[in-house]
């Protein structure tokens, strides 16, 4: 309430100025107009009788264009154009309360007098609050670091504001660009001193403590080389947000962040047709599976942007579908949300699922996917990936889904692991759907998603967190990596390019060795590999591959209007010969018959290859003492 009452004698305060300044305005051009010792009472005295109306009209008429309600310590270029039109708005009424008191019009050198004093007079002291705040004088602490800004454009100029305001925080001391246009140019009080190819020279001449990256959309390739040289010279790098996630379009300084991992593996913003993927997404109801987990929390992120008539979150796990179902009636309070928590296997509550809320389009990211824990109990991964997905896609024909995104892996190609062959598996059958009842099935193909719940990134975060060491399985293991906004983004589209039984392939950039993670995730931990955390080689767990594959040598691909996604070309096994062998697989999981179910994934997937011979199971005696992690990395 206190807040309230201060905001409102704020604005009143700033309505009785601009009362004064306005007409203060009037009687500065009348008078510099006729350049006499008094203003002629013929115009004097009409606008003595309309004064106290025109003023206020001019005042509602800045409410109503919200000059009130902006925040002119951070004022720009927008702000600047409404001012401006309700000044000139304001000499529209003045010439209309003068004909309405049946006085002729001034002459027009006072209506452009009027506008030009006005704008000085009432735009001037909205300045003076912004260089108060931009300018004030603060002591600057000689702790204080050094901080040079890389990226001279919208979001440089932020930070160098608030550092500005905030010298405790650190001391600006110019810009690099690699804009030539820009070089040598002053930017408020800073100057832009070169090109990120003179980083070092500029660290070193002008002892700088930290580098701010002010370029939020820089690809890592961009990003790692200069991060590279910052620790080489041992001064700390920062970053910003994404412009869309400062709050208010402003940069606050707590928002100023240490360089990620994820920074240095992101790529270029992938570009994506809104315009084709609301099409299939607005005012339809759409299902994520899975809801709860990294990919298909992030599907219900973006999917909500594109207003469809409703949104079901289902997933098994309910404290999952609790966070996502609060985050999602947060962000999108007008989007019906519906949360279900269900077991996929159980096709009686599905079936009463699908018929209470009919969804249209359905996004199938749940699945079990920790690869050595499917490995020692197969017969877990085939009744939720196989029976589950099989009895699931039954009933999304019956219901007649209009399209079915199917979320595979890359260790579906050449699997060596069950969890791998399972999701090859749901691959045949959608694509068995499509061919046999024209069902819009579409299965799309990535890696390894950064930050997924136990996958090597958080493990890596929390060795560190514990001093160590980083276990890693293999030095030669490679990995593909995408940051899951880009993959639910490219996941979204494919899905709106998909005919039927369509595999498209997402391009995954070049693999990573996660040696080469970890010792850049200790590096940017401030740590030494070696020194101050060790790297310990755990060896292969069960079902792990060195290196992943998105397409096998035989396969080929087809290109879409989309660079970043490609189409599998690649035959489709004969039904006849696989459905019963998938009947026998189903029953092999229900029975917990372990042989029976390696040996029939090997008949239903003949590409499939066992790293060894060797059986596991959840008494294999090096499983239950040498421990290891969740998922393959």
């Not at 992943?548 to 006849?576: C, M, W, Y």
Request: glycine content about 8%; hydrophobic content about 45%.
């Amino acid at each position: 309430m206190k807040r309230r009452l201060r905001l409102y004698l704020k604005i009143a305060f700033a309505m009785l100025i601009d009362a004064i300044m306005i007409n203060a305005s009037v009687y500065m051009a009348l008078y510099l107009r006729f350049d006499v010792p008094y203003i002629p009472a013929q115009y004097l005295h009409p606008y003595q009788h309309i004064a106290i109306y025109f003023t206020l009209t001019t005042i509602l008429l800045m409410w109503f264009t919200r000059v009130y309600h902006r925040m002119w310590q951070y004022a720009g270029p927008r702000d600047a154009q409404v001012l401006i039109g309700s000044i000139l708005g304001s000499t529209v009424f003045l010439d209309g309360y003068l004909l309405l008191d049946g006085v002729a019009h001034y002459p027009r050198g006072v209506y452009l007098l009027y506008v030009l004093f006005a704008l000085a007079l009432v735009g001037g002291w909205r300045f003076l609050i912004r260089s108060y705040y931009d300018f004030t004088w603060v002591p600057r602490s000689k702790a204080a670091p050094r901080v040079l800004i890389v990226g001279a454009g919208k979001a440089g100029q932020l930070v160098a504001q608030e550092l500005s305001r905030h010298p405790e925080v650190g001391i600006a001391v110019g810009f690099l660009d690699d804009d030539v246009a820009k070089h040598g140019m002053q930017i408020g009080s800073l100057k832009v001193l070169g090109t990120t190819k003179t980083l070092a020279h500029v660290i070193h001449d002008y002892h700088v403590d930290q580098v701010l990256f002010a370029i939020p959309s820089a690809s890592g390739k961009i990003l790692r080389p200069l991060v590279d040289q910052c620790r080489d010279l041992n001064v700390k790098a920062r970053m910003l947000p994404a412009l869309n996630q400062m709050i208010g379009g402003q940069v606050l300084v707590n928002q100023i962040r240490d360089v990620q991992i994820e920074d240095l593996l992101q790529r270029e913003p992938a570009i994506v047709d809104l315009g084709e993927i609301a099409s299939y997404l607005t005012n339809k109801t759409v299902m994520v599976t899975g809801a709860g987990g990294t990919i298909g929390s992030e599907l219900c992120r973006q999917v909500a942007q594109f207003t469809p008539r409703a949104l079901v979150l289902l997933g098994l796990d309910e404290t999952s579908i609790f966070d996502i179902e609060q985050e999602m009636r947060n962000k999108f309070p007008n989007l019906p949300i519906i949360p279900v928590v269900a077991d996929l296997r159980d096709q009686g509550r599905m079936q009463q699922v699908m018929q209470q809320t009919r969804p249209q389009v359905v996004f199938h990211a749940a699945a079990h996917k920790h690869v050595p824990l499917m490995e020692i109990q197969p017969p877990e991964a085939i009744r939720n990936n196989v029976e589950g997905l099989w009895g699931f896609l039954d009933i999304c024909q019956k219901m007649h889904v209009e399209r079915f995104v199917f979320i595979s892996t890359d260790k579906a190609v050449n699997p060596t692991s069950v969890y791998g062959t399972t999701k090859r598996i749901g691959e045949i059958l959608g694509s068995f759907y499509a061919k046999r009842y024209g069902m819009r099935f579409v299965t799309v193909r990535f890696g390894n998603v950064l930050g997924s719940r136990g996958s090597v990134l958080p493990t890596f975060q929390r060795q560190i967190a514990q001093g160590g060491p980083l276990t890693i399985t293999h030095p030669d293991m490679v990995r593909y990596f995408m940051t899951v906004a880009e993959a639910c983004q490219l996941v979204i589209q494919a899905g709106a390019m998909g005919e039927g039984g369509d595999t498209f392939v997402l391009d995954m950039g070049e693999p990573l060795r996660i040696m080469d993670l970890a010792t850049n995730l200790i590096r940017l931990s401030g740590l030494r590999p070696g020194i101050d955390i060790d790297i310990v080689f755990t060896g292969l767990r069960p079902g792990e591959k060195l290196y992943e594959e998105l397409l096998t040598p035989e396969d080929q691909t087809k290109a879409t209007k989309n660079s970043r996604i490609f189409i599998h070309v690649g035959e489709t096994p004969d039904p006849e010969r696989v459905l019963p062998l998938l009947s026998e697989l189903v029953e092999a999981g229900r029975l917990a018959d372990e042989p029976r179910i390696r040996k029939l994934l090997k008949e239903i997937v003949p590409e499939y290859q066992p790293q060894s011979d060797n059986v596991y199971s959840l008494t294999t005696p090096e499983l239950l003492t040498t421990g290891g992690h969740a998922r393959a990395h």
